[in-house]
């Protein structure tokens, strides 16, 4: 009598279990020391695209086709089923569906510490980021087009502010407002970083920033930087200088665009946060 009740309390806590993964929104999956599925709940069978009993057995290879950026092919399954490894984590991983379907998912790994009659040696848990991802692809590419969409007037705007400096009579234009154009050039130069820096942005989020090296010098970036940025503390009680080593550098290979963006950047923020003295 005690045998059969205990029995009927093992099997009312593994319908209580059943119930609570079947109505759970991650994939669970369970995998046996030979890293085959045993179990597997029905929101992680709709994410594969497979029925159970097709899934069951299977080795874990054979059932989940997950692709990561950051991941060789192949190796996020590898590293998910490592023997000694307690938990691993992947973020935002695509997973390809068997019926053509394209998931995104955060996998956590879990190994089981002391292995039962059950024989599960790991649990894997898929969270369905989908809709997240979609919306991050959306904001990606709307700072994308806006940023293309700014510099093509910023850049006639500089083009017309040029020609009233450099290609008017100077008896044309009042020293004022001749020191109102060159403000406004900087201003667009700096409108003009601002959205180069936003498209850096894009293209490093979704993996596309290219690099172009050729040979250059250190101090011909540092001059150009500090030339395109004096006008910022004309008027000010700052002072920016550049000395000049007397020994000449050596060239290197440099992306001159990257570099002097990030030369730009550090002067102009040394330039807002100082009130007076020396950069």
């Not at 709940?41 to 874990?60: E, L, Q, T």
């Not at 940025?229 to 008027?235: I, R």
């Not at 000010?236 to 007397?246: Q, R, S, V």
Request: charged fraction near 30%.
């Amino acid at each position: 009598e005690e045998l059969k009740l205990e029995r009927n309390l093992v099997i009312a806590e593994r319908n209580k279990l059943e119930v609570v993964l079947k109505s759970t929104v991650d994939g669970v999956i369970a995998l046996d020391k030979q890293n085959r599925v045993s179990f597997i709940n029905d929101a992680a069978s709709r994410f594969i695209g497979w029925g159970k009993s097709r899934i069951i057995h299977r080795d874990v290879e054979q059932v989940l086709d997950l692709e990561s950026s950051d991941i060789e092919d192949g190796m996020v399954i590898s590293k998910m089923c490592k023997i000694g490894e307690p938990e691993c984590a992947f973020y935002n991983v695509k997973l390809n569906s068997k019926n053509g379907e394209e998931r995104y998912v955060n996998v956590v790994s879990s190994e089981v510490e002391n292995v039962g009659p059950s024989g599960i040696s790991k649990i894997i848990t898929l969270h369905d980021i989908t809709r997240e991802h979609e919306i991050e692809q959306m904001r990606i590419d709307f700072v994308s087009l806006a940023a293309h969409e700014l510099k093509t007037p910023l850049t006639i705007l500089r083009g017309y502010l040029y020609y009233l400096v450099g290609g008017v009579k100077k008896s044309a234009i009042s020293e004022k407002a001749r020191e109102s154009l060159n403000k406004a050039i900087v201003s667009t130069k700096t409108l003009t970083n601002l959205v180069d820096n936003l498209l850096n942005v894009s293209r490093i989020e979704q993996g596309s920033m290219q690099v172009s090296l050729q040979p250059t010098t250190i101090l011909d970036l540092v001059e150009k930087a500090v030339n395109e940025l004096e006008p910022l503390v004309e008027n000010t009680k700052i002072d920016l200088i550049f000395n000049k080593p007397d020994e000449a550098l050596p060239h290197v290979m440099a992306d001159t665009t990257r570099i002097g963006e990030v030369l730009r950047n550090l002067i102009s923020n040394a330039i807002k946060f100082t009130n007076d003295g020396k950069i």
